[in-house]
């Protein structure tokens, strides 16, 4: 079955980087694009950008394209989205998110179970 | 940048019709998604293509598109459906969800 297992909760101070993992199983990797939306306490979902899991093409949202980025490795499965410069609020919880590629619909199907990221000093 | 909008909240009573819109400039002419999120879990497709359900998904969730409004409907509403509702759509290569609907079942 198809299984999008991100990592742990962080807590991170202002101006660090956090580092969220997702590993994708039960499904050929290459055949979908991993995408990145986030949710800040009681507010709405905001997309952050998608990597292509067969070639590494990346693109993102104009909000965080500066603090960004979005890499993959193909043998383990797993892509990763590092956001820098982390602020107050970029408190949120972060989901990975499976999009099958050449769509014409960016369809969400399956997504991780969420990782919190805690901005505090 | 475009923009979905969403009523903040819409009450139903069980075995009634739930009706939930999403506005957004010539919305009509995309693809829309809806997403049901519970309390503390991560978010699930309802509808995708604007009328098309997930399998797995109960035939009373539909959507349908018209104009600048797409619109989720569930027909014969049950408590477990309490939740947030989330649209969303793709425009100039860029994903926007809409602001949410809390859905509450009396």
């Known amino acids: 079955q198809v299984q999008l297992l991100q990592s742990g909760a962080e807590m991170k101070r202002p101006g660090a980087s956090v580092t969220v993992s997702c590993k994708a199983s039960?499904?050929?990797?290459?055949?979908?694009?991993i995408h990145w939306v986030r949710q800040a306490p009681g507010q709405r979902l905001e997309w952050m950008g998608w990597?292509?899991?067969?070639?590494?093409?990346?693109k993102f949202s104009q909000k965080f394209q500066d603090r960004i980025n979005i890499t993959r490795d193909t043998s383990a499965t797993t892509a990763y989205m590092q956001l820098s410069s982390l602020r107050f609020d970029d408190t949120g919880i972060y989901y990975c998110?499976?999009?099958?590629?050449?769509?014409?619909?960016?369809?969400?199907?399956?997504w991780g179970q969420g990782t919190l990221v805690t901005v505090s000093t | 940048s475009y923009e979905l909008t969403q009523p903040p909240s819409v009450s139903v009573s069980p075995g009634q019709t739930a009706t939930i819109t999403c506005s957004g400039n010539?919305?009509?002419?995309?693809?829309v998604s809806w997403y049901q999120q519970k309390p503390g879990q991560s978010p699930v497709l309802v509808i995708y293509?604007?009328?098309k359900r997930p399998s797995g998904i109960p035939e009373r969730f539909s959507g349908s598109s018209s104009g600048n409004t797409a619109t989720l409907t569930i027909s014969g509403t049950q408590a477990m459906e309490e939740a947030d509702y989330y649209c969303?759509?793709?425009?100039?290569?860029?994903?926007?969800f809409g602001g949410g609907t809390k859905l509450t079942v009396l």
């Open positions: 990597i292509n899991g067969g070639n590494g093409n990346t």
């Open positions: 969303q759509a793709w425009d100039s290569s860029t994903i926007v």
């Open positions: 039960g499904y050929i990797f290459s055949d979908y694009a």
């Open positions: 998110a499976r999009v099958a590629l050449y769509t014409r619909s960016p369809d969400f199907d399956y």
């Open positions: 010539h919305l009509g002419d995309k693809y």
């Open positions: 293509q604007t009328s």
